[in-house]
């Protein structure tokens, strides 16, 4: 599934290492990781070693000073193998490329040569249990105690905050000159007094736990916070839309799993005459699901162009736009290959019943697709809000 028209060389020979690293691990790696209850730390530690971590991470603090768009391949093919790497999203994705726009240089120093190499990982806080979608909504609020800030409020649905060194919370703080409250980004270290986190149960089998996070009157030095103070939401979605096209990749690699699967099987599967896929009603859904997934990756590509060339504006439609393309091409290619398998598309033998929950999140998070048509529909169309 390349698309040798608008890939170059270089990202098409990444996509064929990635593959090959993915092949060696597979779904029966994933599975088992959930299963016994542990981390992906064998494959994350092999994948920073080469790598494929940091390949969006500036070269002079370890990365492969790349984008967005060599990130994207690496999730994407890790995706399509049966393993992906869900904090790849967080980590590297957020984290690294906020602290590589906008931290400073002992701020990069710090944490980008760890997570461009594996060694250490950050997690990223902005939902809230009484926010959801509505970030003006965000209580959680820092204020200035002398050199130090306060931190206090409460997250939700927080990935991998128990395998992070730190946690990059979304907060706000008074404008001294409005009286408003803005948007900040501080790091706020796991073990840091008053920063409590808690595992929320969940249906989705992946190895990356979600956390309720309790931060009560947390002290931060001065250089916790990342950033100016005075940037609000320009660094924001710094972090939101590389999150956006990541989730793309993290859904169309699941997706192409589910499709691959599917396709194996209704070759070899023979009830009549013929393998079940020379019918036509098995193989023209397979066939629609391919094209979706064709599509929707050429806007994620699309996407992460225009964030690496520095069109934020351009970069924030495109990848809301590929989130959403993704998000409604996984769930239908996962339905359609747990459909084609029959009663085996849900044995554990075959891995795509538990693809069903995980395609879900595709379409839920980090922003759900009402949303993004919210956007599109008043920043494109130019229609009125209806809240």
């Known amino acids: 599934m390349s698309n040798a028209l608008i890939e170059s060389e270089e990202h098409r020979a990444l996509r064929a290492a990635v593959a090959a690293l993915g092949a060696r691990y597979g779904r029966s790696y994933m599975e088992t990781v959930v299963r016994e209850g542990k981390h992906t730390d064998e494959l994350w530690a ?14 002079e603090y370890g990365g492969g000073g790349g984008g967005i768009a060599e990130l994207s391949i690496v999730l994407e093919e890790l995706g399509a193998a049966g393993c992906p790497l869900l904090l790849m999203v967080v980590s590297p994705a957020i984290c690294g490329t906020v602290i590589a726009r906008f931290g400073t240089e002992d701020q990069k120093r710090t944490w980008l040569p760890g997570l461009a190499d594996g060694s250490r990982k950050m997690a990223f806080g902005i939902t809230e249990p009484d926010a959801g979608s509505n970030s003006h909504r965000i209580t959680t609020t820092a204020r200035r105690d002398g050199d130090d800030w306060l931190l206090t409020g409460r997250k939700v649905f927080i990935s991998g905050v128990d395998i992070a060194d730190a946690t990059m919370i979304v907060g706000r703080t008074e404008d001294s000159r409005t009286g408003k409250l803005k948007p900040c980004l501080f790091i706020v270290p796991r073990e ?23 931060i009560d009157e947390v002290r931060l030095p001065a250089d916790a916070l990342v950033g100016d103070e005075d940037a609000g939401l320009l660094q924001l979605f710094a972090g939101l839309n590389p999150e956006r096209i990541m989730t793309a990749a993290f859904g169309l690699g699941m997706a192409r799993y589910a499709l ?8 070899t599967r023979q009830v009549w005459k013929t393998p079940i896929g020379a019918h036509q009603a098995i193989a023209h859904p397979l066939a629609q699901s391919h094209i979706e997934l064709e599509l929707a990756r050429l806007m994620m590509q699309k996407a992460a162009f225009l964030y690496d060339a520095g069109d934020d504006m351009g970069a924030g439609e495109a990848a809301n736009m590929a989130k959403y393309a993704a998000g409604e091409a996984t769930v239908k290619a996962v ?7 029959g009663g085996n598309g849900l044995a554990t033998e075959y891995g795509l019943a538990s693809l069903i929950t995980g395609a879900r999140v595709a379409r839920i998070a980090p922003v759900s697709r009402e949303m993004i048509l919210n956007f599109v529909s008043h920043t494109t169309l130019g229609l009125p809000k209806s809240y």
């Open 192 to 214: 840091a007094p008053g920063f409590g986190y808690r595992q929320i149960p969940m249906e989705v089998s992946a190895p990356e736990k979600q956390f309720e996070l309790t």
């Open 335 to 341: 339905d359609q290959a747990v459909h084609t398998l």
């Open 46 to 59: 092999e994948a920073g070693k080469l790598g494929y971590l940091g390949v969006n991470l500036p070269e």
């Open 260 to 267: 691959t699967t599917a396709v194996d099987y209704a070759t």
